[in-house]
């Protein structure tokens, strides 16, 4: 997690969650958006394993408050991510075994091409040997009108469709909704898109004296009992059970 880098785009210092946040509040932001996983990842929780997508993180108040360093109490976060909430920046999945918490529109803050050092030195390394390549091309025929090589042209082209290969990866795209039954879609409807794609996209659901959803890991099944369990209850009307 101390490794690499992230983006913090302009636009959030347009927008009405940093311009009403207070200094504090800004370090916890900005300490959020370093924390989170900037690509799936997988951990393991009791044993079992929860993959978490871009922008998530799990954590807990007592971690963010270290990070965030000298002068933020877990007050202050606490705080903060209640306010985060409420300004859509966030979401949050508390248990007695941790805190997830969801970064939304995560693409707007860290979509995009991701330029390395590497790619940087290459371009650099590249443009000397094209300059004195056309110094050398000069000299040798006068004020002759110097032609560009076929060979350069296709080196070149190679190596951009390579780059854009290699950023077309590094974009992080979330799979395609999905609804195998039509309680996906209530559920869909009940808990959003986001809530939908954490907690019950990969959730088998079959339908009989009780809803069963069968998730797909301890961690998962958890926060669909303590969270959801009621609340969906009364929506589909009947009993449920998680396994």
């Known amino acids: 997690m101390s490794e690499g880098w992230f983006k913090l785009h302009r636009c959030l210092f347009e ?14 932001l ?3 958006l370093g924390l989170a996983n900037h690509k799936g990842r997988e ?7 929860f993959k978490a997508e871009p922008g998530m993180l799990v954590t807990s108040l007592e971690s963010i408050t270290a990070r965030c360093g000298k002068g ?3 007050q202050n976060v606490r705080s903060a991510i209640t306010k985060f909430k409420k300004y859509g920046f966030l979401t949050e999945e508390v248990t007695k075994t941790g805190r997830l918490i969801t970064i939304l529109n995560w693409g707007l803050y860290q979509g995009g091409e991701y330029i390395t050092n590497k790619d940087t030195n290459n371009q650099v390394t590249n443009n000397q040997q094209s300059t004195n390549k056309e110094v050398t091309n000069s000299q040798q025929r006068g004020n002759k009108e110097v032609t560009p090589n ?3 042209k296709n080196i070149k082209n190679d190596k951009n469709e390579k780059e854009g290969k290699e950023r077309e990866e590094e974009i992080s795209i979330l799979p395609p909704l999905s609804f195998p039954t039509e ?14 794609r954490t907690w019950f996209i990969n959730s088998n659901i079959t339908d009989g004296p009780v809803i069963t959803i069968e998730a797909p890991n301890e961690f998962t099944k958890n926060i669909v009992e303590e969270k959801y369990k009621k609340h969906l209850e009364l929506i589909l009307k009947k009993k449920i059970e998680i396994k």
Not at 15 to 27: C, G, L, M, R
Not at 183 to 196: C, N, P, T
């Open 15 to 28: 927008k009405a969650i940093w311009q009403q946040s207070t200094p504090e509040q800004k370090v916890i």
């Open 30 to 32: 900005i300490t959020l």
């Open 43 to 49: 951990w393991e929780w009791k044993g079992t394993q």
């Open 72 to 74: 933020i109490s877990i």
């Open 150 to 152: 076929k060979n350069d």
């Open 183 to 196: 309680y996906h879609k209530s559920i869909f409807d009940k808990v959003g898109e986001v809530g939908y």
